[in-house]
Structures are given as C-alpha cells and as structure tokens.
C-alpha cells in the first residue's frame, strides 16, 4: 500500500486515522466560511440620567442657537422679506418643537424605550432641526451678510443635532 498526500483547502480534512476523531473548540466549529447574522434593535429612549440630562442640555443649547440665528436673520438686510418671514416662522416652530421634546422627555424613565408617541415627536423635532440647518445654508448662499454666522451655525450645532439623536437612542 502506498500513502498518497494530497494538498486541500479549506474545511475538514481527515486521513487514514485509524480509530475515532474527536474535536474540541472553544466556541463554534465549522467546516468552511462561517457567516453571522446579528440583529441590532435600535431602542427609543435614554440608557441612563447621564444620557438623559446631555440630551435636555443639548436641546436647551439647540433652542438657544435657534433663537440667536432668527435674531440674525431678522436683522439682515439683504435677505427677501417673503424669505426671511418663512425662515423665521420655520425657526420659531422649531424652537417651540424642541420645547416641547424637552419638557415631554423630562418623565421618560432611563433605561427603558419611550413611548412611541414621544418617540416620533423626538424624531420629527431633530429631523427638523437638521432640515432648518440646511435651509439656512442654502439662505447663506444667496446672502452674504449672514453666510459667515450660519456657517459658524452649521458647523457647531450640525453636529450637535445627530448628538442629540445619539442619546435618545436614534440612528
């Protein structure tokens, strides 16, 4: 007889062993490619106080850089009446929407998810926010007068908008 050795890739490979095989392994043994399915559910709602307080403190910072830009933008100048009362209404709205995330997350208890009626109005409100953000940006296009303020705006407080979705459990 002749012993013949062949090179394999991958999985399994027993030869003439004589006798039984055991395998041993500190977690999972597979033959071949292991694929892994991991599911993430994404919970509404604050994992401690410590979440809970930066978020309320985020949206009283939001409220306040909201009204500092509608003070700009009604002192400007250059900006079409018809846009500016827009863009202020949409300012005003949004301040007075995170108010109300704020005052309505204070009783949402840490570490289980919101109700989902909360939930959406967190959502909606940070949505919005992010969308006034690039309304602006789009404003300081055709303004020059407040093209430097809101792009100090969006730099400081774009980022503070998905921070705020961080802490409440958002993607």
């Known amino acids: ?27 999972d043994v597979v033959a071949g490619d292991k694929t892994t ?11 401690g106080d ?18 500092a830009m509608k003070t700009e933008i009604e002192a400007s100048a250059s900006i079409d009446r018809d846009k500016k009362d827009q863009v202020i209404s949409d300012i005003q709205q949004q301040v007075n929407a995170l108010k109300q995330v704020k005052e309505e997350t204070a009783d949402v208890p840490t570490g289980k998810p919101a109700p989902a009626e909360i939930a959406t109005k967190v959502v909606g409100a940070l949505d919005r ?5 690039d309304k ?16 100090k705006f ?12 961080h802490l409440f459990g958002l993607p």
């Open 1 to 27: 007889m002749s012993d013949t050795r062949e090179t394999s890739k991958g999985g399994f490979h027993f030869g003439n062993v004589g006798g039984g095989v055991n395998v041993e392994a500190g977690g």
């Open 37 to 47: 399915t991991t599911t993430t559910t994404i919970k509404n709602g604050f994992a």
């Open 50 to 67: 410590e979440q809970k307080q930066q978020f309320q403190s985020q949206v009283d910072q939001l409220r306040e850089a909201f009204q």
């Open 129 to 133: 926010a992010g969308g006034i953000v």
């Open 136 to 151: 602006l940006q789009g404003l300081a296009t055709k303004t020059g007068d407040v093209a430097e303020t809101v792009g």
């Open 154 to 165: 969006a730099v400081k407080y774009g980022p503070l908008i998905l921070s705020a979705r």
